[in-house]
């Protein structure tokens, strides 16, 4: 029966991990965000290993990535006896805090106005211009030309204009939902279509397991989220499994329940 | 008397026409325009020359412009005994009567809402496009980037934005505001205030005398007005002087005052 038990969760396991090059650090992240997101919540080192290794996640690696975050001011830790225990620190809590909706939302309420934002030509390296953009929250349609939310600010200098998209032609469609994109998203919607299967015959689960595929699932969903902005159904053309995707991690999400960090 | 006179016209001409390089015909779209603009109206061959001769306009140029223009099918004309008389046709009444609101406003009426256009990247050859688009109404902001009125129609395939600029950088006024432009309206501006000063010694004019000049200054207008869509000075920058352009174009005409075309 533990063996069963074990199968079923190893297999669970590598049919949501087909995403490698993880950072260990951006999956602690959405681990805390996911589990630890209130004032006080903590995570023991243990279970935070209990956690990670089934994902193949390193010891050495583990304290790597949480000595970042400590740096990073992301986490803050403490030691009672012989454990130490990890929580996010003000900061992280903001930072969690400011992205949980966009993660978690069950349907994306997107506002009727947006940005178009042309960048001074010649003003600087484009890349490091066009990365910039893409961190402050826009997506690229032509060099120097980024569509993004009204409340995100722009690089100093640019054309800024707000407002609604009349025509959206397909190669506008195809520059904002790249063929990586659609990919991760296409990769996503498989693995859930085949977990969600799987859980219909799910054994009993410990809620370190129940963390563990959550937090795979989640990471993978928020990492896919963090590539493009939300934007209307129309900018990304009649392929886009965005929207379908963000269903299926929801139901899977709510059919694996979620522990609490007093639980791990 | 009549040599003071003479004097005072054709230093008037001579300060008004520093424009060389007029299209002929483009002269007479502006005096059926300005002068002959309701259906039924007619300008004689003979009054024709009477207006444009003191422009140095040849009759040879006249006459073959007139043939242009008929081909067009903007202007017909008509013979009574041994006068040819000219009017615009229903085509050119049209044109004239959809320019005029621009021409002729007093005050400029600017929408709250702006069209920015991006033509597909590769989508045909570049200066073709970027003409298509100014004959469109829009102006370039950048390689590829259009602004222009809502009601204007983009070339197919661009991704058309409806909205309003929140932020208009520099680099952007000095592309709308062009150095040509910006001249032209600096040039016309000097030649308005020196012709202002000296209509308050103007003797008595006859109104072919007042079809020459009027003709002269709303044409110069028209070219400069043409050259860029109509945008709140903010596109522009603090050294446009279009709109004092507009006052003082709209001050020298009314102070000399339309014929009718029954007096010509």
């Not at 970042?68 to 903001?94: A, C, P, Q, V």
């Not at 989640?218 to 939300?230: K, T, Y």
């Amino acid at each position: 029966m533990a063996n069963n038990s074990d199968t079923w969760f190893h297999d669970s396991i590598k049919l949501l991990t087909y995403n490698r090059n993880q950072r260990v650090w951006s999956i602690i992240v959405t681990i805390f965000g996911d589990l630890a997101g209130t004032p006080g919540d903590r995570i023991s080192g243990a279970a935070l290993s209990r956690i990670t290794e089934p994902m193949s996640i390193k010891p050495e690696a583990m304290r790597v990535a949480l000595h970042r975050l400590r740096n990073d001011d992301w986490i803050d830790s403490h030691k009672e006896g012989r454990s130490s225990f990890y929580g996010l620190t003000r900061f992280g809590l903001e930072q969690s805090t400011a992205a949980r909706p966009r993660i978690y939302a069950r349907e994306v309420d997107l506002p009727s106005q947006w940005q178009l934002c042309a960048l001074e030509p010649g003003g600087g390296p484009k890349g490091q211009r066009a990365r910039d953009m893409r961190h402050r929250g826009f997506v690229a349609v032509l060099p120097g030309l980024f569509l993004g939310p009204v409340g995100a600010a722009a690089l100093p200098d640019s054309l800024v204009f707000h407002g609604a998209a009349q025509e959206i032609p397909a190669w506008v469609q195809e520059k904002i939902a790249t063929p990586e994109i659609t990919q991760a998203y296409g990769d996503l919607e498989r693995a859930l279509d085949r977990f969600s299967v799987s859980l219909l015959d799910a054994p009993a689960l410990s809620p370190h397991q129940v963390a563990t595929l959550r937090s795979i699932i989640v990471h993978i969903w928020r990492r896919a989220l963090l590539s493009h902005p939300d934007l209307p159904q129309a900018f990304f053309g009649e392929g886009w499994r965005g929207g379908a995707c963000r269903i299926k991690v929801m139901d899977v999400l709510d059919r694996l329940g979620r522990p609490q960090a007093a639980q791990l």
